[in-house]
């Protein structure tokens, strides 16, 4: 298994990722990512750079061991300090589609589910 060959890439868009969650409060945000800065952290081939991470209260609720690009986009996520506050007691949806845009859509789950 690959170890973290997109993390620095996902690092470089942490910025960009930060604005556009801020954003996703009110609607549904996309923006094109440089397919450029993918392809030479590691080439993924046919399998492409598609995937949904989808997460409730910072952790991931979906399988994503199968996409090394959306595991190190997490790592990159969980590890700044703005981004983990912002996505706490939230549901987010980040997708990466075969247009090479990233969406992110983010709902409040609701304060009656419990732990």
């Known amino acids: 298994m690959e170890e973290r060959k997109y993390l620095t890439t996902w690092r470089k868009y942490i910025p960009v990722i930060r604005l556009h969650l801020k954003r996703s409060l ?11 800065d993918f392809e030479s952290a590691g080439d993924r081939g046919k399998s492409g750079y598609t995937f949904s991470l989808a997460m ?7 399988n994503i061991s ?15 300090e703005t981004i983990k506050a912002m996505i706490q007691d939230k549901a987010i949806k980040i997708s990466v589609g075969k247009s090479f845009v990233l ?13």
């Open 26 to 36: 009110a609607e549904e945000q996309s923006f094109k990512l440089n397919i450029t």
């Open 103 to 115: 969406s992110i859509k983010t709902t409040h789950i609701s304060s009656f589910k419990t732990e």
């Open 66 to 80: 199968g996409s090394a690009v959306a595991r190190d986009l997490y790592e990159a996520l969980k590890t700044d």
């Open 56 to 62: 409730e209260n910072g952790k991931v609720t979906n």
